[in-house]
């Protein structure tokens, strides 16, 4: 069906027929701040919308545009408006907002069988921890929503700025009597992000990205966790989603999804529960929640292309509102058919002969790169190839 | 295959097995300006590199970053320098370049059978002419090139602008002895772009948009020719698709094709033998060639999308030279399989109750909306609902 949204006027669609209710649901519309308008009569929640339908939903909270907005629930001053969602929220409801979607994520993910949850109360979850505003906010939802979350920092040897990054998690874990793990890539695996990059010629977000995936599943793996968390928001997974389409990367089309299952033995389930939610609301509730977070951007990430790609999509964003959702939830529509089927087959996943996590292949990407890079670097004592395990262990449970 | 490409560093990737010499000729790279590497030893044309292949692509023309650029071809100082094809050329080889490009797509058109061209040199072809760079470009190209080529200017009544750009076209046609078809929108269907868009209250550019397609097929059919040419490149082609995969618009991912035969009676093939050459070489190749165009753009396009999705694509384009390229091309190779079947099945064409031209309902979309813009319009006498053969046919042959 075809959906026309007012304020600032545009047309998305949707595939009928559906509900009114489902239909607003889908659009993350509050139903209280509009009309809806089928074939030109007003129709209610219960009113069946057929798969041709024209649609028209306008926007009943008049002067938005002017004068100072208001909160969508209860109408106090609001701290936050969201063009996307055309509403705006109070401190107090922009939480049950944040809270909302997080459920909505947990509880529905995209393209999974109706009752499939990315996670449950009984599971174990670990949250990798950045010290930023998405990891921070993520934690602090899924612990008030009652959740049994223990979080995981994973230390990148990039100067202050991992220090500083480091100091936040600790408070913020120590405030709420929240578990904190602790891994230094350094103290474990020998080099850091930086002296990593230099020895293997290779771009520090490479070298960074693959030692975090890697500390972060072995941590969970390690201490018995079901399932592992990031918070990976909307504007991440656009952006993200954006790169691999603009190449046609059909592998990492292949598994682009806020859900990933577990494929192998010493691998856990991975959960992005922030996919629909954009940072700037990530970083609204760190605010109100009064989280205190790692404003600073990494400094090694200069030249990084997924900063050009945030901002070529912010640029068509702000022009169409709900662009960047439309695009990231209309790919999981059709994730099935888009993907080539050979590319998506599910590989045979073993044990790496080194450390015995996951790989494709005989040794791991992580063992091969670590062995690059301590070839080429002064040897550091007391590291052995199993070496994460025993270190994770002792600098747990310091939160 | 993984393909490394140098100066600026960057990979792309590419289906196998081929020959060196078909996978330059497919990334458009000059093969004297190159060495090509597979696993570390060097090759020749004729090797063939195995799917899974890892190529690393050297070009051996040093100095090109600092100190002025010559020609890939005879080493004369140039004129144009192309990042995404790691060259740059001379005034006559530049012209030769574009030649090239334009002999590429009209022999090989993306995912059509080996031997199926866009056009023949028997075929009568009608391109479409704005007064732009791209239009006289490529109607310069294929007149040079040996093609029976006439053109058709439909003049869109915006004031002084579309007064100039009639003629430009005039003066071009008129200095090679080339057929030129005039058709004004307002003396032959009654409105033009700006009143249009006032009485009917849609955008002006769609507005034109409807118009100029309908002008442009029914002169065709009109006169008989056999195919409509049009001068979209790869800077519009690439942001249209970028457009319609944003928001997942499987009826238009369909269509999006350089070439898009004949579906009924009255109509006729529309192709695009530009898709493979940017803005700047088109602009470039009017330049060297002395084809006087309009520069100015037209003065109804703020706030266009379309310049929203180019300016978000130039930012990505600068940061990877070669991607709007990789994405129109990787996404024709993947067409078939990326577009919903149901959404790709023909729909059936019949003719317009009112013109006789083709449509899918009853009326055709520009009837429909012409009858919309002249019941609002004063009305303007002398103009019957087959009004256009007659006036163009007057006007035609004036070049």
Redesign the interface.
Known sequence: MRIRLRNPDRQ??AEGPMSVAELLDHLDVLPHTVLVLHEAALVTADHVLPADAEVEIRPVISGGAESAPRCAICRAPAVLEERRHRAAWCAEHLVDHVHRQVRKAIDHPPARPDGERMCSYDDRLLVAVSGGKDSLALWDALDTMGYRVDGLYVGLGIGGYSQRSQEVCQSFAAARGLRLHVVDLAATYGYGTPSGAAASGRSTCGVCGLSKRYAFNRVAVDHGYDVLVTGHNLDDEAATL?GN?????ETFLARQHPVLPATGTNQVRKIKPLYRLSERESAAYCVVRGIDYVVEECPLVDGN?GH??K???D??EH??PG?KA??LF??Y??QE??V?PVTADDVTVGACTSCGMPTTGQTCAFCRQRELILAALPVTGGVDSRGGAAATADRAARG
């Open positions: 998305v669609e954006l389409v603009l190449r046609w990367q292309t050009d790609l901002a070529a999509f640029l068509l022009g169409a662009l439309q695009f209309g790919f529509d059709r058919r888009l080539d």
